[in-house]
């Protein structure tokens, strides 16, 4: 049987190319450098990536894909805004799918599960003590999600992905207000979720994850709390 023919090179190159804005794109935004609500210009970004328009459109619809620019009615595409006034909602939500994905990891796992489980988790630690924001977003994501998957509920899974995706820059404005040297119990935390669901211990795994979505909510409303009285006093 012929061996499929490999993509032409353009289409290779293409692909790449897509994929280099989209990376660029997606971490400008996540660091807050393209603030809420900013002009993409699409002209603008073929020049700067000296590519043509196609690349930057098909990353542009990737990154709107995951809540991170929208396209407006007349078609001019904006960094999406962060929706402070429904953020409450935001957090039950995510709160409860903590609870949820790491109770079902703790009677569902497999052990390979763990083995992912701790690689993701090394790699966060890592990032941590690196103080490297972006990498420990993309790692916390990582091992949430790994997290997810080994509960073995497709629905559930998809989601949480969705608002672990949705969430990645508000967890940034929670690294900031640690000044991106975030203290080494919130790590603890996640050795402390990994010990409950490798003994399958569905109480105290949902008890933990209770506690560490409880504190990252915490410290995001009090910075933002902070940030106005500063305003008020300006």
Known sequence: MPKPSAPPANDRKRGSGVKHVYDVLRDEIIDLHLAP?????????????????TPIREALVRLASEGLVTTLPNRSTVVSNIDFLNLHSFFDALSLMYRVTTR????????????????????????????????MI???????????????????????????????????????????????????EHEDMITAIAARDVGTADRLASIHADQIVRQIQHMIAQDRRQKIVI
């Open 104 to 135: 079902l990891a703790a009677q569902h796992h497999q052990p390979a599960d763990l083995d992912l489980i701790r690689a993701h988790q090394a790699d966060f630690a890592k990032a941590v003590a690196q103080q490297d924001a972006l990498a």
């Open 138 to 188: 993309a790692t916390n994501r990582a091992f949430h999600a790994s997290i997810s998957e080994a509960g073995r509920n497709s629905y559930f899974d998809s989601l949480f992905k969705r608002l672990l995706d949705e969430g990645r820059r508000i967890l940034r404005l929670y690294y900031s207000s640690f000044d991106d040297k975030l203290p080494q119990e919130y790590v603890r």
């Open 37 to 53: 609500g900013s002009p993409i210009d699409e002209i603008m970004l073929a020049e700067r990536f000296a590519m043509s328009r």
